[in-house]
């Protein structure tokens, strides 16, 4: 069920009796509760301030001020009014719930959970809102055991430049420009001002419509934001939903209402007579806007929140998939993400299988939304349990829209926590550490199922960059179902399109052998996936089949990494990270520049003992379709420290062990390695050697 939280709002009908000689009283609160209902907290407030000058012992009128105080974020005020109410024979109910708000938006969750359990009393037995006031004490037991963990990040507000005591929310950071965020935001200056629940224009009691505004970043500091065009910002509401990862196009909402109104794409284009070209969205997303932002990660991929019949319950997380010229169906994220209660604002980082999303599920949350993270297990086909980012990136309050930049180290998100300028405010998030999830230059294809639609080019520095799902399997005969030769036929033709590209294909096997015998399997499982590709028509010198060892495969027996390497001279600095088999493949195979020992070339396995005694052993098909086995060790940083590994090992190979050196894992022959001394300076001491 979707939690309401209008008890939070107004939870009580205040009566207005007439009492002869009061009628001045009886007036300005009137006004001062319609200001309230409307969240004009402050108007409120200060009509109550004017009313209480000659009637300060009006309990009606202390109990609305400090409610409004309240959501002006002024707490210690607000407490101290309502303390003093506490002292009066029959109090507001409400008082003690207004007092475990306060108490929890400090996290003093034992006091908060106190005054909660007294509100629990005021309550009958049926009342409906007794089960919110239950997940409130849930989620202030969950803060009792969550906030004396070690924080992840610093967080810190954006300041007076970007928020207001309006409401700002929706960050999205440029794909183009580091320095630049984008966000949505109602506050004075808006195109179509203050506006009642049906549109019409109200300065008194309307709210402010959304725009979308751009800010950008200047010797650290974030300098005054600038509406977008008035081609964009019109009088109704605008709210800045995502960009294309190329940065060509941004997905916005335009609406009379945030629950009604059309999801559009700008493509940047100008027509004719200062006409904006937009396009509607054709999609089975909802249009509506707000907490139920959509991520689009990428041109065939979308996440997004919808309530729609089939689901949890409240806002779920789907995926739909741009296939065949259309967006499929919606899928489901699973019962793993998604609960009787609200998912919304999801974030898929770059590795395709670590999403962020905010939840409200009172078993995950501290208070409201808050932020939490999955990955998707690959070899269980199924999402890990979510785990909440913890204080002080969550608060007891509402945290939404959470945007890893692309350094992997900061975020920016929203919140409505108390200690904030406004309503909800923008707030950054330093992390500690670096996060993995962002490290790789290239999106993942669709995830959430254990099978894979399809690998997704992306741009990645100055050319494309395909990252795609590993694979697994039990034997060699089911490498190639259906669920895998979809992601091939795609990888088949971009490498066709793309000859210089070359696709580094390593096997793995979980079967308990020596160690040469597993690399033989591990480059046999690889081959079966190049001898499919070679029939699409794929070069064999687009290919690179090696086994490989991995100590940490969960299920399947034998399994398969596949790699793009950029061609020669590309400006992109590393091949592809993406999912990978165990924790051998990206730093180990990956560097810019390594040496290896080439311990033995044979049709056969090779039996030495010298295979076990170096680290990194690989074994390589010389050439495909057939070939001889290449048998190397060892992932040396330098020449000189390939030379010491080959004259202490050497002697005990009964040959001639070589040094080979190896650019983003393309094997140099001496005549290549001139071209690369440039780049790799050290590649000179091998040269004068030969």
Not at 21 to 38: C, Y
Not at 266 to 286: A, E, H, I, M
Not at 596 to 618: D, F
Request: glycine content about 8%.
């Amino acid at each position: 069920m979707r939690i309401s939280y209008a008890l939070f709002s107004m939870i009580f009908l205040f009566s207005v009796v007439l009492v002869r000689g009061q009628e001045t009283l009886v007036d300005k609160k009137r006004q001062a509760k319609e200001f309230f209902i409307n969240a004009h907290f402050q108007d409120a407030y200060n009509v109550l301030q004017t009313a209480q000058k000659n009637h300060l012992e009006d309990k009606e009128s202390n109990f609305l001020m400090a409610l409004s105080l309240y959501h002006l974020n002024r707490l210690n005020e607000a407490e101290t009014i309502l303390l003093g109410l506490l002292s009066d024979r029959s109090p507001y109910a409400e008082t003690w719930l207004y007092l475990g708000r306060i108490f929890q938006d400090r996290n003093e969750f034992l006091k908060a959970t106190d005054y909660y359990k007294a509100f629990l009393k005021t309550l009958s037995s049926d009342d409906p809102n007794r089960n919110v006031i239950r997940d409130e004490i849930r989620r202030c037991s969950n803060g009792l055991q969550w906030q004396f963990r070690a924080p992840m990040a610093i967080v810190e507000n954006l300041g007076p430049q970007i928020n207001t005591p309006y409401d700002e929310f929706g960050p999205l950071t440029s794909p183009n420009a580091v320095d630049r965020l984008y966000f949505s935001s109602a506050r004075p200056g808006c195109s179509g001002g203050q506006r009642n629940r049906y549109g019409a224009q109200d300065d008194v009691f309307g709210r402010f419509t959304c725009d979308i505004f751009s800010a950008q970043l200047v010797s650290g500091q974030w300098k005054n934001p600038v509406g977008m065009s008035y081609l964009i910002n019109t009088p109704k509401h605008e709210i800045a939903l995502d960009f294309a990862p190329s940065g060509r196009a941004m997905y916005y909402f335009k609406g009379s209402q945030f629950s009604e109104g059309q999801i559009f794409v700008d493509t940047f284009r100008s027509g004719g007579n200062n006409v904006l070209s937009t396009d509607p969205l054709l999609s089975p997303l909802d249009a509506v806007a707000g907490m139920s932002a959509p991520h689009f990660v990428n041109d065939t991929l979308i996440l997004f929140p919808s309530s729609r019949p089939g689901g949890y319950g409240g806002l779920d997380l789907y995926r739909t998939v741009f296939r065949n010229g259309r967006w499929t169906a919606p899928q489901t994220l699973g019962p793993e993400i998604n609960s009787a209660f609200d998912e919304t604002t999801p974030f898929l980082a770059r590795d395709g299988k670590s999403i962020y999303y905010s939840s409200n599920n009172p078993n995950l949350s501290i208070g409201g939304f808050d932020i939490l993270k999955s990955v998707f297990n690959t070899h269980a086909g199924k999402w890990s349990t979510s785990a909440n980012l913890g204080i002080p990136i969550n608060s007891s309050r509402d945290e939404t829209h959470f945007r890893l930049s692309r350094d992997g180290y900061t975020a920016f998100f929203a919140s409505s926590r108390k200690d904030g300028l406004g309503e909800r405010d923008l707030y950054a998030a330093y992390f500690f550490d670096f996060l993995p999830e962002m490290s790789t230059l290239a999106e993942v294809s669709p995830t959430g199922s254990s099978s894979p639609t399809g690998p997704s080019a992306v741009r990645g520095g100055n050319s494309s960059v395909l990252t795609i799902q590993p694979l697994f399997f039990d034997k060699e005969e089911e490498a190639l179902s259906s669920n895998t030769t979809g992601q091939l036929d795609v990888i088949a033709q971009m490498l066709l399109q793309n000859p210089k590209l070359q696709l580094v294909l390593t096997g793995y096997s979980q079967v308990e052998l020596a160690v040469s015998s597993r690399l033989f399997a591990g480059v046999k499982a690889a081959k079966v996936i190049a001898d499919y590709l070679l029939k699409r028509g794929v070069s064999p010198s687009s290919l690179r089949v090696r086994g490989a060892l991995s100590p940490d495969m969960e299920t399947a027996l034998k399994g398969v990494d596949l790699r793009l390497i950029p061609p020669p001279g590309s400006k992109d600095p590393e091949p592809s990270y993406g999912p990978s088999i165990g924790s051998a493949p990206a730093t180990s195979f990956y560097s810019k520049l390594t040496y290896r020992l080439l311990i033995a070339e044979s049709s056969v396995i090779y039996r030495g003992a010298l295979l076990a005694q170096l680290e990194n052993p690989i074994t390589e098909l010389k050439s495909l379709p057939e070939g001889n086995y290449l048998y190397l060790a060892g992932n040396f940083n330098t020449y000189a420290e390939a030379k010491a590994a080959q004259a202490k090992f050497g002697p005990s190979a009964g040959f001639a062990v070589q040094v080979i050196p190896f650019a983003r894992e393309r094997s140099l022959k001496k005549e290549d390695a001139y071209a690369y001394t440039t780049q790799y300076p050290d590649l000179v001491q091998f040269l004068n050697d030969k």
